[in-house]
């Protein structure tokens, strides 16, 4: 192995500190066989201490050896008895290494054509996908098929590993050949970061450290972009949504509503709302056996205990009243990923899964079958394992859906055969239909049980977007932003000259925000305040400033209101539009 | 963005971390902890008669840990079911006695007595046989007089090839047999639990977690485990690599003395088939310190597992956990 730098040892200590420091990262590998993926993961393994003495010494005792150095690194992580007779591996499998700076979980899955299923249950967890391409052979059919799947899973990086680099000569001009042939594809996945790395697994080139033979690549090696590559799992900005999984009802006294935090930001004394009762409370505490939390976000597993009993059970949905809230529909439009032998038969019920909450579906149409490898359109009338579908789905009872593209928790959706009890497909679902009847309902519901109050879920409907504080110091850019605002038809208020003290702001702001109303404030804040903020927990404060034009700066606040999810994003839904 | 909550009631702005971006990143062990809890979560909410199996090792411990955070402030809404092989070390059972009192667990224990009285013993079937009748068949006839519908299980994917491919909501048929072939996508964190009668599910919370993630998990959060992970003088056996702790239920090979060796456990089992290893840590941090330079898998002292290339995964079909 030639390379640059050496890798930085472990410090113990780091390992007594116990939490420890890091974070996890999910990733997938995929290629097609022989590409080297079983070497690159045993290198990554073996070089990162992630394989243990035992085994090291198995493989070098083994009798198979299929590799042209003395270690076969491949065979660190072979798999089943009858698939290492084979010499193939057959299904997801995962793998597990550690750096100071991260723990790696890898779903390592098979590249051949029949197993799309397993790619697809890799990537539903993953953050980043390695996709491995022999430098011999360049982009091939499954090369395009392991990069589609990635992206309708939404993994947000696709890592392009041009292997066996040694083989052509560590020869730029062949990288550079490949890369430019995935970047056409690129403007078909939407969303996704591309990265190419130049290695050799066998060799250990650019693997773990920066490699001498490829002089000419600048970025970073495999381990190093692994370590560093930023999640945006990690952002707490999209809207909370809080599917109920369980109710912990010790005594009875106290009945708190479990669950996993699917997106978003939640404290005690946020208000919010039970779909689909439409019942309001208000967070009391948010309880666990380490003691109650100030404020849990996602993927905390918690429990939420509310100031008032209202009718919440397992499969129920809760959000922030002051949050745009999900869709509400019978008509899902989803990609489906059909995984069982038996093919889709369209006039079957099958059970479908949301979140924790199960309800009779039918897949009323398939509109196309796509294919993996062109991306082009292929008109359908069933679907078989492994292939993949644009459909859409009736569901017996309404759902609450965001787009999978933006909350993956609530658009995901997993159908089982009720004969079987398979597992037979897995969908994203990109939208829905509107559902007249679903819609009416829920606005009944949700007053129903506020005779006398109406409620800012209820503004927010009529305004189509929540309240936020703009503060701006120039009073002509503060002018500028409540022209542009009303213009595009949103609550807007100007109010002069306040200094906003955040420790205690005024209560009328609070009748504003909750008003759903866009408060522009020509104004400032005291000495030493953080200028990004939320006021009562939920409510954005953004600070605007001027630099450039005065239009520039007006797009830049419309922008930062989409960004927190204020107002709607533009309508460029991503899911379906990028095949 | 940054997300600094400002709530009039609780916070002044200089109490705002300097960095709030990495306030919402879990650390990986509190990453792998939501996950788990929310596995036990689905299976007190899918199934009719669940059971946790509990083996008393240090997973066991973990998991169970993980249980009743999973359920606070209520109890545990299943039982603990111990397969007693009855060659556990002594230590083992007393610790699992005292543990599972305090913290008011309900507690079933089984044990294959009919294979017992017929003289099953690890020294006259070998290790293999002897496994196959006192744990397996054990298992499996436990799990099916309690009628239970869910097994949870410690197993970890890192510990052995197998499992590496096993999934979380592990299907079995009405023979408790598992079949690598023929498992249930999953996806995401929706798992499927759907059975019919006679059929089981096994559910791996700890599937995603090392072993260092383990030890790590124990020394934060200062879980209980049994005294025989931490080294002391020991009267042991020394077979090759092997060190048997000396009990009065091993029989000894001709010519063989026991010696005072100061050891430790990796991992639990009985005290046949289970060696110890030579150590000096007898705290926590030394033993993560002792497992970062000790890079060999826990399993291997463990001595059945080597017995045939692959044998674990027999076993698994079998209906071994
Ligand atoms: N020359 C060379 N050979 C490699 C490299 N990576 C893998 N191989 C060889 O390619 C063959 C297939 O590798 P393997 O890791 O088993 O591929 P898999 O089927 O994708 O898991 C083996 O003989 C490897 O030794 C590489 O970077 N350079």
Redesign the interface.
Known sequence: MSTLEQPALLPVSHFLAGEGEKDLLRFTTAGSVDDGKSTLIGRLLHDTNGAYEDQIEAVRKSKVNRSTGNFDFSLLTDGLKAEREQGITIDVAYRYFATPRRKFIIADTPGHEQYTRNMATGASTADLAIILVDARHGVLAQTRRHAYISWLLGIEHLVVTVNKMDLVDYSAARFHEIRRDLEVLSHRLPGATLHYIPVSALEGDNIVARSANTPWYEGPSLLDLLENVEIARYTPTKAFRFPVQYVIRPDLDFRGFAGQVASGTVRPGDSLLALPSGQQAVVDRIVTFDGDLEEAFAPMAITLKLDREIDVSRGDILIKASEAPPSVSRHLEATLVWMSPEPLHAERTYLLRHGSREVSARVGQIHHRIDIETYGEISAGSLSMNEIARVAIETASPLYIDPYREIHAMGAVVLVDPISNNTVAAGMVSHTRQDKAAERRKRQTALAFQVSRVTPLERQHRHGHRGAVLLAEDLTLAESLDRAFFDRGWQSLLVEGETLDLRTPPAWLKAALDGANLVVLAGSLPEGASTQARLWGDYPLLTVTLRGTLEAATRKAVDLLAAHRVVPADEQSGDGEGI | ??????????????A?PPEP?NR????????????S??IL??V??QFERPVMLYSIGKDSSVMLHLA????????LPFPLLHIDTTYEYPEMIEFRDRFTAEIGADLRVHTNWKAIEEGANPYDLGTSKCCGLLRTRALVDGLREGGYDAALGGAR??EE??R??ERVFSFRDTHGQWD??N????????Y?G???KGESIRVFPL??W?E??VW?YI??ENISIVPLYFAKEREVLVRGETLIPYQSNVKLLPNEKPQIVRCRMRSLGCTPCSGAVRSDADTL?KI??E???F???ER?NRVIDYDQ??SM?MKKREGYF
């Open positions: 963005m940054s997300a600094a909550t400002l709530n009039p009631a609780s916070g002044s702005p200089a705002i971006t919402y990143r879990l650390s990986h062990l509190r990453a792998l902890e939501a996950e809890i929310h979560r689905e007190a909410a009743r955070k999973a359920f606070f402030p209520g109890r994917r890192d090839r197998s590496a491919k690598p072939k498992q249930r996508p999953e996806l995401w964190n929706v499927n759907r059975v019919d599937s995603n090392t260092m993630d790590q020394a934060s941090p993560i310190e497992l970062f330079g890079r060999r898998s291997e290339d692959g995964e």
